[in-house]
């Protein structure tokens, strides 16, 4: 399975060979929106990849200001075509938001994750995923299978050519708590044990006992990607949205916070026997 475009990407794409364009030239950016007659606005919102909708003829002006070559205006205007794209997260905009973390995990070819309550996502069975979003019984049934359709459908990173390498280190806590009673928790633990044995998945365990560690504050999923020009970002996931993070002092943050929880967690061999110790203790639970 090939990977689906990200149309985020794409409009980061196309901002930073725009501003790229423009800067060549020495142009500010009111005095571009004068000479192409394309409004100030509109130059910054691309710029800043933030613009959903943009005009061909907007980039022809640009590309035309910009004395771009014939190859550079072709690869702006496919930009363009492919920012405007829809992945299978759009059919769940009432989930994901704006920013939907689908269409950055369609393109990442290396996501690293923390997490210190839960089974992370793309590990998730879907009872255990059901149980979660059951807790506290605020969401209809209606929603809770909805969402459980949008987190199984993002596994589908794992299904293409070249998979994403995920490396996922989990607190011993988050295997520990029985979510969704003894027998959807063994499924669980099983589960994550066949995915630890694919190529392109690591799981490290974070036991009690590595004490105090700097990803603490939270759970957090640090996604890079293919091409170097296209920066990582970190995504942290709050009570009510979805932060996304690129400045580089928050990427550097992120990135010494999860080597630091990664050096202290087990080694992928002892996470394993790790995770066999807990589902031992659970087969006398009824």
Not at 187 to 205: E, G, P, S, T, W
Not at 230 to 242: C, F, L, N, R, S
């Amino acid at each position: 399975m090939q990977s689906p475009i990200s149309p985020t990407l794409r409009r980061r794409r196309l901002a930073r060979e725009l501003r790229r364009l423009r800067e060549s030239r020495n142009l500010k950016l009111a005095a571009a929106a004068k000479e192409s007659g394309v409004p100030l606005s509109t130059i910054s919102s691309i710029e800043n990849a933030t613009a959903r909708r943009i005009r061909p003829r907007d980039i022809d002006a640009l590309a035309d200001l910009y004395d771009a070559a014939s190859q550079e205006r072709e690869a702006l205007h496919e930009l363009t075509s492919e920012s405007k794209q829809s992945g299978w997260w759009s059919s769940y905009k009432d989930l994901f938001g704006g920013n939907a973390l689908p269409d950055f995990e369609a393109e990442a070819s290396v996501i690293r994750t923390f997490e210190g309550l839960t089974v992370p996502g793309l590990l998730q069975t879907p009872e255990y995923a059901s149980a979660v979003f059951r807790a506290g019984r605020v969401l209809e049934e209606a929603d809770v299978e909805r969402r459980v359709q949008a987190r199984m459908e993002r596994k589908s990173i794992f299904n293409r050519i070249k998979p994403a390498h995920m490396v996922a280190v989990i607190d011993e806590g988050a295997l520990r708590r029985v979510i969704g009673g003894p027998e959807v928790m063994r499924d669980q633990l099983n589960y994550l044990k066949n995915m630890a044995l694919r190529h392109h998945i690591d799981i490290q365990v974070l036991p009690y006992s590595a004490g105090a560690h700097l990803a603490l504050a939270g759970p957090f999923v640090l996604l890079g990607f293919p091409t170097p020009k296209d920066m990582p970002i970190v995504y942290v996931e709050t009570a009510v949205d979805g932060l996304y993070l690129d400045a580089p002092e928050e990427l550097e943050r992120y990135t010494l916070a999860f080597g630091n929880a990664q050096g202290v967690a087990l080694s992928t061999a002892l996470s394993f026997q790790l995770i066999d110790d807990i589902l031992r203790s659970l087969e006398s639970t009824p």
